[in-house]
């Protein structure tokens, strides 16, 4: 069962509901690129990051000979040896990642690990080394995110979520104000209230490892409830859409099978104006045994492009989604003849729609915005409304 949400911050059709005859939203995409512990390969120590290579593909080939995970032992033994005596640059997945997502100007959010060094969940990496340094140099350089991975060790302990958030912010100079569980690790409401008392804006989590598309079947953006309280949480909720592991570890899928279903499951979000979020992990780039994992991820880029999707970060999406749920609306009669509908924004917010359920002659104020045909209704496309602004749109009848 999805948990609760507010109705307020619910996608087009609930919105319908809570407006009365109309509703705004705008269609959005988002992605996401983790650095994590279980996949991450970058560390201070150069000799540190190869014994976890080492120990990594090893444990890959001990688990293809025992119980058939998928993957290649000869490719799996060359990466092995390539650790030992031609280590790969810390930087260069992330160079190609930048770059792939570059072709069609997306952008998206990094999320650093922040737990017990080399525990065995922990991480694998320190914030300091120099490589780590310049890798969040060239991720900031390119517009993209610095957020959070929430670690095993710290979950659902706001205080320690709160030291994961003060440890980005120190080390690279910038405030995240997003985070993803390590895992995919939740609890209703338990992770929620944590990561809204350490100060976290949105979460990124809510996904389920095994499973494709958006848990729960819902792929809009909502703001938690938490039900012991009644009260909602100040987090605002991305849910997750396809994860790399899921497709090829969980799922065991070729990459023709991945590409498809996947496909499958982002149309079906699209279709109703969701949100989607994609998360793949930094280290199956460039890797020949994983070259599915790569161009899978560069596929469904390539064919989110031709839609012109709002690709951007995740601090973005969250602060035009606040914005969007902000917004009142209020609808009243001049007389029998006349409607107006009178459209406040508290915060300021790009291409806002609003969609009309109403027969009539639409007169908008001059230059507020451009009327189109949409599912056989009229949708107003506010391209920008000021900080306080208020728009009456008259519709003779």
Known sequence: MPPAFARENCGPSLC??????????????????????????????????????????????????????????????????????????????????????????FRSTFFLLHDTYWARQG??????????????????????????????????????????????????NVRPCGIRNHLLRY???????????AGFSYDATYGLP???????????????CDAQTGQLLNLIELPLTVMDATLFRHLRLDGAAALEKSWAIIRAVIDVGGLVSLLWHNNYFNEPEYADWQTVYEQLLA??????????????????????????????????????????????????????????????????GKIVSHAGLNRIIFPQLRAGETVVVRIEN
């Open 187 to 197: 609890s209703y409401p338990e992770t929620w209230r944590a990561q809204a008392a």
């Open 123 to 172: 991480t694998r990496y320190l914030f300091d080394c120099s490589e780590i340094q310049g890798i969040a140099r060239l991720v900031l350089a390119a517009k993209c995110e610095l957020g959070v991975h929430g670690g095993y060790y710290r979950f659902n302990d706001a205080f320690r979520y709160r030291e994961s958030l003060e440890a980005v912010a120190d080390a690279f």
């Open 16 to 105: 319908a509901a809570t407006y009365k005859d109309f509703a705004y939203t705008r269609l959005t995409s988002y992605r996401s690129i983790e650095i994590q512990s279980a996949t991450s390969e970058y560390n201070c120590l150069e000799k540190d990051r190869e014994i976890f290579r080492l120990l990594a593909d090893a444990n890959h080939i001990r688990r293809r000979v025992m119980y058939g995970e998928p993957g290649n032992i000869r490719l799996a033994a060359l990466r092995m040896a390539r650790s030992l005596f031609r280590p790969k640059p810390a930087e260069k997945d992330f160079e190609t990642l930048l770059a792939i997502e570059n072709r069609h100007g």
């Open 210 to 224: 095994g499973e494709l598309g958006p848990r729960g079947g819902w792929p809009f953006p909502f703001k938690p």
């Open 303 to 368: 064919r989110l492009a031709p839609l012109n999707p709002w690709c951007v970060t995740g601090a973005e999406i969250n602060a035009w989604w606040r914005a969007r749920s902000a917004v009142e609306v209020h609808l009243y009669s001049v007389d029998e003849h006349v409607t107006r509908v009178s459209i406040h924004s508290p915060h300021a917010i790009n291409c806002l729609a609003l969609d009309l359920r109403l027969d009539g002659k639409i007169i908008l104020p001059p230059s507020a």
